[in-house]
Each structure stands twice: as C-alpha cells, then as structure tokens.
Nanobody
Framework: QVQLVESGGGLVQIGGSLRLSCAAS????????MGWFRQAPGDEREFVGG????????YYADSVKGRFTVSRDNAKNTLYLQMNNLKPVDTAVYYC?????????????????WGQGTQVTVSS
C-alpha cells in the first residue's frame, strides 16, 4: 500500500505560480510511475502530466505544455508539479496518483493509488 498526500494548493492570480507536492509513504521501497490529474466542478478528471517509474519519460497534456513541470525527489519520496503562468481554466482539484506501470498512462484507471487532492483556484 502507498499513501499519497498532496499539498501546495491555494488561490493565485492569473499569471501566477504554484508548486504542488505529493508526499508518498508506505510501500516506497519500490518505484512507481506517477501522475498528476485534475478535476474541475462538473468536468471529468483529466490527465495533467506524469513521470515514468525511473524518471526516463515525462509527458504532459497539451493544455499545460510549456507551463507545468513534473519532477520528483526520490530521496524524499515526493513528486512535484510546478505550475507557471496559471490561467482560470487551471482551476481544479489536483490529484497525484501512483501506478505500477513502467510507462506514463493518461487514464486514471491505470493508477492504483490516489491522494485526497488539493484545490487550486486561479482568480481573474
């Protein structure tokens, strides 16, 4: 079992930045492919970005390319999502997730563990 806890969300103005963190605990003796997802009210959950199990590949949704960056600190068992140039459409609850897959998956059902989410609100 792996427990994931997100933090770093909040209220930010258009064009601002936030860095989300996802701390993993529990079965962290093995590596997981990690992903970030988000869900806005009334919308389906969507893939934001992810990093493969050993960090060799990183993928982003087209809507965030060039603005968001996924990184991880294995020593701290922590995944990050640096979000720059934020827009109102980025407003959502952001979730991190862990998968035993070797490659990044964009479908939520491919992930085994999920955090509770952190709210990001971009105000105009």
């Amino acid at each position: 079992q792996v427990q994931l806890v997100e933090s770093g969300g909040g209220l930010v103005q258009i064009g601002g930045s936030l860095r989300l963190s996802c701390a993993a605990s529990g079965r962290t003796d093995r590596s997981y492919t990690m992903g970030w997802f988000r869900q806005a009210p009334g919308d389906e959950r969507e893939f934001v970005g992810g990093m493969s199990r050993f960090g060799g590949s990183i993928y982003y949704a087209d809507s965030v390319k060039g603005r968001f960056t996924v990184s991880r600190d294995n020593a701290k068992n922590t995944l990050y999502l640096q979000m720059n140039n934020l827009k109102p459409v980025d407003t959502a609850v952001y979730y991190c997730a862990a998968s035993s897959s070797m490659v990044v998956k964009s479908l939520g059902r491919e992930y085994d563990y999920w955090g509770q989410g952190t709210q990001v609100t971009v105000s105009s």
